[in-house]
């Protein structure tokens, strides 16, 4: 038991660890903390999804305080009484950390994700999201308490332990945790292909856009777009992934933290995976303070409004963003036919 967190899932109280080491390991959650809460300043004003992102580095913080505590301070260390109701508070609130987390990350997905996805995949997504939220809170409050018994060891020291009652209670245990990790790992597994299908869509219909774009202008047009371009911020009149890239290197990041979990638990391991997350939430909480690409080319249809006044079933009509209407009057045929060259002949 020396070397096992017995909230595996959110990697906390672990046990067998010296007060350096117990000081080491809470120093990751600090910094993740203040880092996620500049996004207080940053982003006031603007959608609130992220304060389930501050809120969940804040409660974590508070909890990894709670666990250094009951391992430090001497009036609850040597208390079997107070060291047992705060260690299972400490186990009853872990999963609250993690149930931010992945609201905030299928709010997120909603948003910004799903909506690009064909239709038909709609439905199924943001079922399968919002079905793993309890599923995973079940899988990790029971990971957290059965089989776990305190008592004192029979040694003259009498000093606190925490074990488990059977060798059927651990491997019950293990198998709770396991299946609390296999499914965190897959929340943070979708959010990443879904960013990832989203930054290829973005390359994607940036290049097929600007191709399109370069036929048929003359050379003063595509001037006077790349200098427009420059004054906006923006690459060739469209405007550049953001914080999109950040975003989904800090999921990776996070999953890879929640891999870690079926290693053997320790010291090691332990501040391993509060660096990981460290750097994960750190990640996240940057794209989101960039802020993600909203380039028109992104949104394929929107309803027509016509149809619906009208009582028929709502069409999907195409949105050409590329000119604007009163380009397209002044000069058609620059965008309807394609430029012949002189010697040319029918």
């Known amino acids: 038991m020396s070397s096992v967190c017995l909230s595996l899932v959110a990697n906390l109280r672990c046990s067998g660890l010296l007060p350096p080491q117990a000081i080491g390991i809470l120093i990751p959650p600090i910094l993740e903390a203040i880092f996620t809460s500049f996004l207080l300043y940053t982003q006031r004003g603007k959608e609130r999804k992220h304060f389930l992102l501050v ?33 299972r508070l400490i186990g009853g609130l872990s999963a609250f950390p993690i149930i931010l987390f992945t609201l905030f990350l299928y709010i997120f997905a909603r948003q910004h ?22 599923i995973l809170l079940t899988l990790v409050e029971l990971g957290s308490f059965l089989g776990i018994s305190y008592g004192r060891l029979s040694s003259p020291s009498k000093e606190l332990a925490i074990k488990f009652d059977t060798p059927l209670s651990k491997t019950v245990w ?5 299946a609390g990790l296999a499914i965190f790992i897959l929340y943070h597994l979708l959010t990443f292909l879904l960013s990832c299908f989203r930054i290829f869509r973005h390359f994607l219909q940036s290049s097929d856009n600007t191709s399109s774009n370069s036929r048929g202008r003359g ?32 999921v990776k990041l996070s999953a890879f933290e929640v891999l870690l979990g079926y290693i053997p638990n320790g010291f090691e391991m332990s501040l391993a995976r509060r660096l990981l997350r460290l750097l994960g939430r750190a990640m996240i909480a940057w794209g989101l303070q960039k802020g993600l690409d909203e380039t028109a080319s992104l949104v394929l249809f929107r309803i027509g409004s016509i149809d619906s006044i009208e009582g028929l079933p709502p069409r999907r009509i195409p949105i050409h963003t590329d000119r604007s209407i009163r380009e397209l009057i002044g000069a058609p045929i620059v965008t309807t036919f394609s430029h012949m060259s002189p010697t040319a002949t029918a």
Not at 61 to 84: E, G, M, N, Q
Not at 113 to 134: A, D, E
Not at 174 to 178: P, Q, R, W
């Open 55 to 87: 809120f969940e580095s804040n409660i974590y913080l508070i909890l990894c305080v709670l666990d250094y505590i009951s391992k430090a301070v001497d009036s609850i260390a040597r208390s079997l009484r107070s060291f047992s109701i705060l260690d």
């Open 113 to 134: 994700l799903i909506p690009i996805v064909p239709t038909r995949f709609h439905s199924g997504l943001k079922v399968l999201y919002l079905l793993l939220i309890p």
């Open 174 to 178: 293990t198998l709770f945790n396991s």
């Open 219 to 250: 050379r003063d047009q595509a001037e006077k777009k790349r200098k427009s371009s420059k004054v906006k911020g923006t690459r060739d009149g469209k405007k550049t992934l953001k914080g999109l890239g950040w975003f989904a290197a800090g």
